[in-house]
């Protein structure tokens, strides 16, 4: 009788051996097409995130020469004064000024020449001396943002964000399932042989993977809102139709068709949020003039740092506006330029409920929530997600075939795929541009083994 049924048994256990074999073979084949179409991305964006994690310190170093300045506790220009000082040196329309974070740094006014791009002016607020004249956001900090949001190559190639963070995710799901230690102890958190073979390889990618997994995907998804068609589309959930401003904001003022993105810097939450207007001056009204605003946003208590956009036209405001690495401290105040009362005034409390979780994942992803603690767990990360693209080039070259191109085997049992592609078919409808690229792999890979056997002969 046991012969029987372990005659019985035998069968069934192949099968099942076989079914894992195949389901393996699937994971593999899509981990690795996964890497191979996003890991120079990850490259990239890892080593301009490491850095671009310690912004302010770089950029301190690097443009110490027009940044850093002694001050001088007895005399402050006022922010007229600045500004006429600034217009001496390059000549033009001053938009914006920004009061500086403290008193070891100059002082920036944003110019609008009568031809040309905006500059960027660098003042001595103690002195008058006018430090620097260059074009608009050119520091070594937005030139590193611009690359790393891919901004700095236009708009289309800032839908490679999504691509590569909806794939990002895939990377990792399949590499969980390929690392899952399945009765296994050697391999799963150690590495073993030496750094020749590739076993050493294989297993410190899958340590490094296993290690690095959770912040992959943090990184991914809080990176997400940058991405040119799904954080265009969840911005609008976040804040409905209120002018891009939180739902239930007071915004019953006349709006411009300016957005506050297009004058400084702000928070992804308010990046389509509408610049109210002042209401037509009576006869004989006359502005409030930049000091008198500077000083009522002092007194409204906004952080240090902020930026003041000046109106350009009769009924335009003074935005003054600050994004400190201290979230609670996030703050927007348009105010009339005749009257200086405030029409509108939000801080990050203002937000909505996703509002509120994005900007506090946007901001920790980029090492501001934490202190230096968050900086120095992200650049680890990032070294990390560095060394996998390496060690996965690594083993693909030791165990590549001569002359081909050494992808996974395909499995025996093509049902297996089904499962796998319903899942992917679910991260494809939540990331559109990521589900595109899926459609486009799976055809590619359709073609390569349609074609594959006619070329095989003369391989």
């Known amino acids: 009788m046991s012969t029987e049924t372990n005659g019985a048994a035998l069968p069934k256990a192949v099968a099942r051996h076989a079914q894992a074999s195949d389901l393996y073979r699937a994971v593999w084949r899509w981990h690795f097409y996964a890497g191979l179409l996003i890991l120079p991305f990850m490259i990239t964006l890892s080593v301009t995130g490491a850095i671009y994690l310690f912004k302010d310190e770089v950029d301190r170093f690097v443009h110490a020469g027009f940044m850093q300045i002694d001050p001088v506790a007895t005399h402050r220009l006022a922010p007229s004064e600045i500004i006429a000082a600034a217009l001496s040196a390059q000549p033009g329309r001053a938009i914006k000024y920004t009061d500086p974070a403290d008193d070891t740094l100059s002082t920036e006014v944003t110019v609008q020449p009568d031809s040309g791009g905006r500059m960027a002016v660098y003042v001595n607020q103690y002195t008058g001396a006018v430090l620097e004249a260059r074009p608009d956001r050119s520091t070594f900090s937005w030139t590193l943002r611009y690359l790393h949001s891919f901004r700095y190559f236009g708009a289309t190639p800032r839908m490679m964000i999504e691509i590569v963070g909806g794939w990002s995710i895939l990377l990792v799901l399949t590499g969980i399932w390929l690392w899952w230690p399945r009765g296994r102890r050697e391999g799963v958190l150690s590495v073993r042989g030496p750094v020749r073979r590739r076993v050493f390889w294989r297993d410190s990618h899958a340590v490094t993977g296993i290690f690095t997994a959770g912040f992959i995907v943090f990184l991914a998804v809080t990176g997400m809102p940058w991405s040119s068609v799904w954080g265009a589309k969840v911005n609008e959930w976040a804040n409905g139709s209120n002018f891009g401003y939180p739902a239930g904001l007071r915004t019953e003022v006349p709006m411009s068709d300016e957005h506050l993105d297009h004058i400084a810097k702000t928070s992804w939450s308010l990046e389509q949020a509408r610049i109210p207007q002042t209401a037509a001056p009576a006869p004989g009204m006359t502005p409030i003039g930049l000091d008198a605003a500077v000083d009522s946003f002092t007194r409204l208590g906004l952080h240090r740092g902020f930026s003041v956009a000046l109106p350009q036209t009769a009924t335009g405001v003074y935005s003054g506006s600050v994004y400190p690495d201290d979230l609670s401290q996030q703050r927007v105040v348009h105010l009339d330029q005749y009257s200086g009362r405030p029409l509108i005034d939000m801080s990050y409390g203002d937000y909505g409920p996703l509002g509120r979780w994005l900007e506090f994942g946007i901001n920790t992803h980029m090492g501001q929530s934490f202190g230096l603690l968050n900086q120095i767990l992200l650049l680890l990360a990032c070294l990390g997600i560095v060394f996998l ?5 690594v083993m693909w070259w030791k165990r590549r075939p001569s002359g081909r191109l050494g992808v996974p085997p ?25 589900g595109a690229s899926l459609v486009v792999m799976v055809l590619l890979d359709w073609i390569w ?6 070329l095989a002969p003369s391989v």
């Open 389 to 393: 693209a390496v060690s996965a080039a």
């Open 410 to 434: 395909l499995p025996s049992d093509r049902k297996v795929f089904c499962g796998l592609f319903a899942i992917l078919g679910i991260g494809g409808v939540i990331f559109p541009l990521t």
């Open 449 to 454: 083994q349609k074609t594959r056997p006619a």
